[in-house]
């Protein structure tokens, strides 16, 4: 029989998700099989699954942790912001509308049954089911229907565990005041707390935990010292993406509104070599960048409205002109076009916009969405590729021709003559060392980095080993109820 326990947060981005992929971790090297497990996630970062669904990219980088393929299962319900008050709703790894946050509201009872349906087959022949919440359990208002945190752990018999963030200050208030506004049934499923991200000697903070303790009458499972190579994993949150400044190599990506799968950036990041700015809305693009990464976009033709409204279109069409090299991924391959229509109206009301025209193809928004893991060569050297699909649009045109990756059955990609603006739908194309380094060369920079997955390998191990220093996880396990 399967156990599991659900780690629900005080707040949102406590970091809930990576101490689920280190405890996925520190449980796989105890000997024990684990599955992760989040029944909604709010993110355009998705990953492709084995089993050609989409879920959130935190719970793939967890399935890694826990030495399994990322499973649609793992995140049954995965919401992506299309607007300020709308996303498109994928459950099951598959799309099953855009909806506005009320009516979300309205139908999220009804995702309940396929949530518990996941974490059922999940539960069948592994020792631990480690859920992850969303937000906070504090959100009564919302607790009405909730599926998210203590509606799930209600449905599905578990205990909870919370974790507080005392870096952002408060934490105090944080988990006392959690209890204090949960009813009585939601506030018995906590069964222990725990503080994150704390700076400095912990010995500190021994009167402030007590004090917890003391109130809360909950246990205390650590306080957990801030995990220094946190920036080595993979970024979740849009928020969390900041810029880094290892080398000379300057690469600049604005950071458009609807940014998907920046995932991408990732092993960029962790370049020695590279400097990676991520450009906020309201700054020009810099002059001196080697290359403007164009990065995926939920919404590609509102993000293309955006990016001429900051005057982008401006500063890429003068960094072409000295030369600058230029790379659009997904959406940003679309935006790099002459003109992007949709007829059906998928992404707003139906029409034809003008791209940046930059390249020359265009694209048609179709409903079908390509999902697919896979591999490629790099034409230019023949190295190896390994990327995912996850995008809606056909793209065609005369650039096509000049396709600068070729896949099992089709060629991939669009290049200008010259070779210095280029496109293509693939993600995850930097994670592959040799492509990278080859790619990298061609702006007249050098690879230093060893091996990008093997890095994050190591650092998923250290993180495990740190938490199996700083808290008391077999009091965890311990906490755990059976499925």
Known sequence: MAKAIMIQGAGSNVGKSMLVAGLARAF???????APFKPQNMSNNAAVTVDGGEIGRAQALQAIAAKRAPERDMNPVLLKPES??????????????TLKAREYAHIKPQLLPPALESFRRLCKGVDLVLIEGAGSPAEINLREGDIANMGFAEAADVPVVLIGDIDRGGVIAQIVGTQAVLPPEDEARIKAFAINKFRGDPALFDAGLQEIVTRTRWP?????????????????????IASTSHGACKIAV?????????????PLSAEPGLSVDIIAPGRPLPGDADLVLI???KSTIADLADFRRNGWDID???????????????????MLGREIADPEGIEGPPGIVAGLGHLDVTTVMVPHKHL??????YLPTGDPVAGYEIHIGETTGPDCARAWLHLPDRPEGAATADGRVRGTYLH?????????????????ARSGLAGYDAGVEETLEALAAHLERHMDIDHLLALAGDV
Request: with cysteine; net charge neutral; proline share 4%.
């Open 28 to 34: 796989v090297n105890r000997g024990l099989s684990v």
């Open 295 to 297: 990065p995926g976009s």
């Open 428 to 444: 995850g194309v930097f994670s592959s060392d040799r492509f990278r380094a080859a790619y990298l060369s061609g702006l007249g």
């Open 220 to 240: 205390s499972l650590g306080v957990i010292p801030w995990f220094d190579q946190a920036w080595r994993l993979p970024a979740e949150d849009v928020m969390d």
């Open 254 to 266: 604005p950071r458009l509104g609807r940014i998907a799968n920046f995932d991408d950036l990732d």
């Open 84 to 97: 300020e008050t709308g996303a498109q709703v994928i459950v099951q790894g598959q799309r099953f509308a």
């Open 372 to 377: 697919n893991h896979v591999t490629a060569t």
């Open 316 to 334: 890429l069409h003068a960094h072409i002109r000295r030369g600058g090299h230029v790379l659009g991924l997904c959406g940003g391959y679309q």
